[in-house]
């Protein structure tokens, strides 16, 4: 094998159509992520800018993910909702966001990529420094796979009915038991 081919699994060899189909066939071979990777995949996601707040994203290369598992893991951490939450009423810049919170300046500039990268906030360059703004368009995915989870169910009118109807014959039940013991009542009264 060639030396450029011993290449990170996560890296691309070459622009030579030969030395990358060889290296698809070679990656597809180790069994596919989320289904195999193509040039045509490949290009597709380069042509449509992998990163958006829809569609594919990568991350080393070969590994895919939906947009909304981007958005989703942007949201599992306590620091990054926080800065989502100073985002909420105003724009504020990366060093008055690092300057809110314990930890470094560098950690909180990994959580604003973060950040960026599920579409969750867009920066803007005002002249040395960048201005963030929460983007709520990102998270209709997410809203809407949570709204189909709260959604009720076919199911849940049926399991209502039953109770009513198990309600219904119960009492029904009950009343036509009471009744007997109610004459026998009645006739103990008027004997007596």
Known sequence: MH??????????PSADAARRDRWLHWRNARGPIEGPLTSARLSAASAAGVGG???LTT??????????????QALADPIR????RMLR?????????????PVSRPAVSRHLRVL???????????????EYRLELGALAEL???????????????RFDALETEVHRVGRQRRMATA??????AKRKKETA
């Open 3 to 12: 030396s450029s081919m011993r290449a990170a699994p996560h890296s691309y």
């Open 53 to 55: 707040p829809r569609g």
């Open 59 to 72: 991350r080393n290369g070969s590994v895919t993910r939906l947009a909304m598992d981007a958005v989703a």
């Open 81 to 84: 909702r926080e800065i989502l």
């Open 89 to 101: 009423d105003r724009a504020a810049s990366a060093g008055s966001i690092a300057g809110a919170f």
């Open 116 to 130: 960026r990268e599920a579409g969750l906030v867009r920066d803007v360059q005002r002249g040395r420094e960048r």
């Open 143 to 157: 809203e809407a796979f949570l709204r189909e989870l709260h959604a009720e169910s076919p199911w849940h009118r």
């Open 179 to 184: 009744t007997p013991s109610s004459n026998e």
